[in-house]
């Protein structure tokens, strides 16, 4: 099995920073891309942030210089910084990770349960 445990969620006033970390455990192989999701009220989950095994990070527009994604690959951990948050930013952030395990070998996708992050105006 396979879980995906998120942190650091809360609630930050319009133009303050959060910084989201997901750590992945149980039977891993390997992890291909690691990284985020955000889902708001009403409004389907969208990508946040995502890196590649490679380090190659793409990022949604909206998010583009003001969050960072980092990974490490010794540790099967992803983080999030997030800076001049938005009120638009609040929604529920998900990781997300396709990893092969060691007794299936084949890539699944994988979610954590995901934290909430809100931003007042």
């Known amino acids: 099995q396979v879980h995906l445990v998120e942190s650091g969620g809360g609630l930050v006033q319009a133009g303050g920073s959060l910084r989201l970390s997901c750590a992945a455990s149980g039977s891993i192989f390997s992890i291909n891309r690691m990284g985020w999701y955000r889902q708001a009220p009403g409004k389907r989950r969208e990508l946040v942030a995502l890196?590649?095994?490679?380090?190659?990070?793409n990022y949604a527009d909206s998010v583009k210089g003001r969050f960072t994604v980092a990974r490490d690959n010794a540790k099967n951990t992803v983080d999030l910084q997030m800076n001049s948050l938005k009120p638009e930013d609040t929604a529920v952030y998900y990781c997300?990770?396709?990893?092969?395990?060691?007794?299936?070998?084949?890539?699944?996708?994988?979610w954590g349960q995901g934290t909430q992050v809100t931003v007042s105006s």
């Open positions: 890196m590649t095994s490679g380090r190659t990070a």
């Open positions: 997300n990770a396709g990893i092969r395990t060691t007794t299936l070998r084949s890539e699944f996708n994988y």
